[in-house]
Every structure is written in structure tokens, then in C-alpha cells.
């Protein structure tokens, strides 16, 4: 994954916001295999502030409202938390391409 500067470095000045985003990204699925619950490639599941490297409740609470509202990610209730998903490509170049396609194209 390849993480866009500008867009980040203003994006850190919301740090609950800036720290779920990441999470997100980072956590996301990247390939069509086996997980539980059943996620969607760039899908990741999130259950609570402590997965989300959130300080607390609240910030975690926040941070998912800001970050719908300004359309970066999208977040879907389940039974223990949420499936989260980064809905823009300003922040991140999602990479879902398999450990070959990198060591073909010289990336390791």
C-alpha cells in the first residue's frame, strides 16, 4: 500500500481520524481468500476503539463520523463492531495484486 502525502499531512491535524483512516487501509484485505466474518477485498473488520488504535470510545466514536462524512470511508454495523472500508483513493493506492505480481515488477 502506497500512502499519498498531501492529503495525508492535512489530514493528520484530525489525529483520531487520521489514525482510524491508516487503520483501516492497513487492516484492509487485499487478495480473495478464507477470513471471518466473510470480507470484501479492501474490506476490514473493526471491534472497538482498541483495534482502531483509537484513545476511546468517543474519539473512535467521532473519528468514524467525520471520516463518513467527508466521504473517505465507508462503515457497516455488524453484531461486534463495524466492517470498515476506505471509499476514496486521495489517501492510499490500494495494492491487492499477489506476492508474485511484486516480485515480477521489481517490488519486494
Known amino acids: 500500500?502506497?500512502?499519498?502525502?498531501i492529503p495525508?499531512?492535512?489530514l493528520m491535524k484530525d489525529?483520531?481520524?487520521?489514525i482510524l483512516l491508516m487503520t483501516i487501509g492497513l487492516k484492509a484485505k487485499r487478495e480473495d481468500d478464507f477470513s471471518i466474518p466473510?470480507?470484501?477485498?479492501?474490506?476490514?473488520?473493526l471491534n472497538g476503539h482498541q483495534s482502531a488504535n483509537c484513545k476511546?470510545?468517543?474519539?473512535?466514536?467521532?473519528?468514524?463520523?467525520?471520516?463518513k462524512q467527508w466521504g473517505f470511508a465507508s462503515f457497516k454495523r455488524v453484531?461486534?463492531?463495524?466492517?470498515a472500508k476506505?471509499?476514496?483513493e486521495k489517501f492510499f493506492n490500494?495494492?491487492?495484486?499477489n506476492h508474485s505480481n511484486f516480485i515480477n515488477n521489481g517490488i519486494t
Open 1 to 5: 500500500m502506497k500512502v499519498n502525502r
Open 8 to 10: 495525508t499531512l492535512e
Open 15 to 18: 489525529r483520531s481520524a487520521f
Open 38 to 45: 466473510d470480507l470484501e477485498i479492501g474490506e476490514c473488520f
Open 56 to 67: 476511546n470510545p468517543d474519539d473512535y466514536k467521532y473519528a468514524i463520523k467525520r471520516l
Open 79 to 83: 453484531s461486534k463492531g463495524y466492517i
Open 86 to 88: 476506505v471509499t476514496t
Open 94 to 97: 490500494e495494492n491487492t495484486q
